[in-house]
C-alpha cells in the first residue's frame, strides 16, 4: 500500500498538478524567512512575473517588501543557477519581482486615516474619588520610614480638608 506522501509525490509529476508542485517551493520560500513573518503569511500567488505573498498586518508587509523582499529574490536567483537544467524550478524560473500586500478584507479590520480625517484629540476626564482615610494613622518611631509616612498624614488630611 503507498503511503499519502508517495501518492502526492507521483501526483505532483503529472502536468495537471503543476500547481501543487509550485505550492510546495514556495512554501519553502517562506520557511526561510523570519518567524514573525512566517507567521503573517496568508496565502501566496504567481501573477505574471511577480510573486505575490499576502499577509495579515500592514507593519508586516513593509517590513517585507522594504527588507526581505530582496534576500527571498535573491535566494529564488540562486536557486535558478543552481537548478538550470532541471525541470524542477520552471514553475518560479520567470519570477522577476516579490511583493507583499495585505488583502482588502483584512485591511479593512485596520483604522487607517488620511491626512483630510478629522481625529479626535479631546481629553477625557478621569474620574476623581474622594479620599476614605482621615489620616489618622499610627506610625511607630522606630520605622525607617516615619517621615514618609507623616508626610502622607498631612497630604490626606489637607486633601479631606479641602473639601
Known amino acids: 500500500m503507498k503511503s499519502f506522501q508517495s ?3 507521483n501526483l505532483s509529476k503529472k502536468k495537471c498538478f503543476k500547481h501543487l508542485k509550485t505550492i510546495s517551493i514556495i512554501n519553502k520560500l517562506i520557511l526561510t524567512l523570519p518567524c514573525s513573518l512566517r507567521k503573517s503569511v496568508i496565502f501566496t500567488s504567481i501573477k505574471n512575473d511577480t510573486l505575490f505573498i499576502a499577509m495579515n498586518h500592514p507593519a508586516y508587509t513593509s517590513e517585507f517588501n522594504n527588507f526581505k523582499a530582496n534576500i527571498l529574490f535573491s535566494i529564488i536567483e540562486q536557486l535558478k543557477e543552481n537548478y538550470q537544467n532541471k525541470d524542477e524550478l520552471d514553475e518560479i524560473k520567470n519570477i522577476k519581482k516579490i511583493k507583499a500586500y495585505v488583502p482588502k478584507d483584512v485591511l479593512n479590520n485596520f483604522a487607517i486615516y488620511s491626512k483630510n480625517d478629522e481625529i479626535d484629540f479631546t481629553i477625557k476626564i478621569i474620574p476623581i474619588y474622594k479620599e476614605r482615610s482621615s489620616g489618622e494613622f ?16 498631612k497630604i490626606i488630611k489637607n486633601a479631606n480638608s479641602s473639601r
Not at 138 to 153: A, H, M, T
Request: glycine share 0%; proline share 5%; net charge neutral.
Open 7 to 9: 501518492v502526492l509525490f
Open 138 to 153: 499610627i506610625v511607630e518611631s522606630s520605622n525607617p520610614f516615619k517621615k514618609e509616612f507623616d508626610n502622607i498624614k
